[in-house]
């Protein structure tokens, strides 16, 4: 498995992809998206970061397993209340947050928009820069609006932290953090509430 990951990661590079892409593509932290990146064949491996992959695409990869886990995701939400905006976190939160709009629309009566969030680890020059990410304005604006975020996985949390401090920087008010599966083990971040599906925990 983890020659495998390596040879994903560093096929990605060669594709041009950024190490916060391919922290997503892997469902990994960037530390180890890095650690993957630096790997040699047939070279003594450096030591590994202690993280783990995730591969969720039994899920990803079928629309009526996606249906269910967005209607999951959907009514943990709605345990901290309706909101106006599900904001999805590019580019594996997209699918989540685009069904979970719809769902909660059928679910509440209220009309529910689609916000999409861009990260700064996506970004080429991301390492030399402390910039937040961008929403787009292609989709949904979260200004004035109870927003919940959506992604798949929280690794450390960071990119978590990163689109609540712009959702309120836009004036939106963000009332939870919805994931597949939260690698951190965290009950919150900033305040805003994390609702996962699974929560792993180091023993």
Known sequence: MKNKLIQKAQELRQHGFTTGEIADELNVSMDTARWLTLQKPNEEKIESTGDFAINWKSIGGNSTRLSY???????????????????????????????????????????????????????????????????????????????IIVDDVITSGKTAREVIHTVKDHGGEP???????????????????????IKVSRL
């Open 69 to 147: 886990v967005s209607g999951a995701l959907s009514d943990l939400a709605l345990t901290h209340g309706e909101a106006d905006v599900v904001l999805g976190i590019a580019v594996s939160g997209v699918p989540f947050a685009t069904t979970m709009a719809d769902l909660l629309e059928d679910m509440t009566g209220l009309d529910t928009s689609l916000a999409i969030f861009h990260p700064n680890k996506h970004r080429k020059d991301q390492d030399q820069t402390e910039d937040e990410g961008t929403i787009s304005t292609n989709f949904g604006s979260v200004e004035g609006k109870k927003v």
């Open 175 to 197: 009332t939870c953090v919805t994931v597949l599966i939260d690698k951190a083990g965290l009950s919150e971040i900033e305040e805003v509430p994390v609702e996962s599906l």
